[in-house]
């Protein structure tokens, strides 16, 4: 992953140089926080900081996220990706008035002053009913109120809905990036 021009301009000098062949698999942006702007109006329930007793919950949207990105052969196992989220209370969930998980959004530890916001998930079936936004905000704020100086976020650029979602937030746009897959041997021509 690059920037979007350096990225290009590189892909294009791989080809022309090996022959072989590449795929864009990837565009996205980089977000930064400006003023953040809850969302109005709330959906009901409540934000809460995950805890061990949901680590299988977590693990299954870990793998659920990874392959609507497109990226389903996720490195981490995701019972250690959720282990690790929760030691340090990295992740937050949306719950409905009765307890019921509906969303998740993770922070990264703070590094040089900034913190990025990964992933934010949602169900399928549960979208569009405010639960993303909601806990987007949260954990923002919560990053902020940790004296956060930038609070970042990647998005898939081929997604509207939550490029929307996050500048409605607050989110403002960095810069674009690109990632490509390389492949051996010539490309057909």
Do not use: C
Request: hydrophobic content about 40%; aromatic content about 8%.
């Amino acid at each position: 992953m690059a920037e979007l021009v350096t990225a290009a301009e590189f892909a294009e000098e791989w080809e022309r140089r090996t022959g072989s062949a590449l795929d864009l698999h990837a565009r996205q942006r980089l977000y930064r926080l400006g003023e953040l702007t809850p969302p109005q109006p709330v959906p009901p329930g409540r934000p809460r900081i995950a805890t061990a007793h949901d680590r299988e919950q977590l693990s299954r949207w870990y793998v659920e996220f990874a392959e609507a990105i497109g990226e389903s052969g996720t490195s981490q196992d995701p019972a250690e990706w959720a282990d690790a989220r929760i030691a340090y209370g990295g992740i937050t969930l949306w719950e409905t008035p009765d307890g019921t998980p509906v969303s998740m959004a993770g922070i990264t530890t703070k590094v040089a002053g900034q913190v990025r916001v990964a992933p934010v998930y949602t169900p399928a079936d549960l979208r569009g009913r405010g639960y993303a936004g909601a806990v987007t905000a949260e954990v923002s704020r919560m990053a902020r109120a940790a004296n956060a100086e930038e609070v970042l976020l990647f998005t898939d650029l081929a997604n509207p809905i939550s490029n929307a979602l996050y500048q409605r937030l607050g989110y403002r746009p960095v810069e674009d990036f690109a990632g490509y897959d390389f492949h051996a041997g010539p490309t057909p021509r």
